[in-house]
């Protein structure tokens, strides 16, 4: 069974810098993206990062575009967000999710099956 572990969140003034973690276990990790996604209060899950296998390829959501950087160690199992400038919009719960699917490059929403429980960041002004 997949499991997936967030941590790094917390309580950051405007400005500030984070860095989030996620420990997957259960499967092989190297086989498959890995994305971290937020949803702040009222507002739907929206995606933030996604990272491809062999750390080939990213993407980043507009809006945090050279602000945040995802990035993995394979041979830890991890994944992580480092997250700078932050501002008060990016106060979320964020998360870790993963496909069921290996070898997928960039998985639409639907196609992330597991999700970890979530750490929250907020970031006051």
């Known amino acids: 069974q997949v499991q997936l572990v967030e941590s790094g969140g917390g309580l950051v003034q405007a400005g500030g810098s984070l860095r989030l973690s996620c420990v997957a276990s259960g499967r092989s990790f190297s086989a498959y993206t890995m994305g971290w996604f937020r949803q702040a209060p009222g507002k739907e899950r929206e995606f933030v990062a996604h990272i491809t296998t062999g750390s080939r390829s990213t993407r980043y959501a507009d809006s945090v575009k050279g602000r945040f950087t995802i990035s993995r160690d394979n041979a830890g199992n991890t994944v992580y967000l480092q997250m700078n400038s932050l501002n008060p919009e990016d106060t979320a719960v964020y998360y870790c999710?993963?496909?069921?699917?290996?070898?997928?490059?960039?998985?639409?929403?639907?196609?992330?099956?597991?999700w970890g429980q979530g750490t929250q960041v907020t970031v006051s002004s």
């Open positions: 999710a993963a496909p069921d699917r290996p070898w997928v490059v960039f998985p639409a929403l639907s196609e992330y099956d597991h």
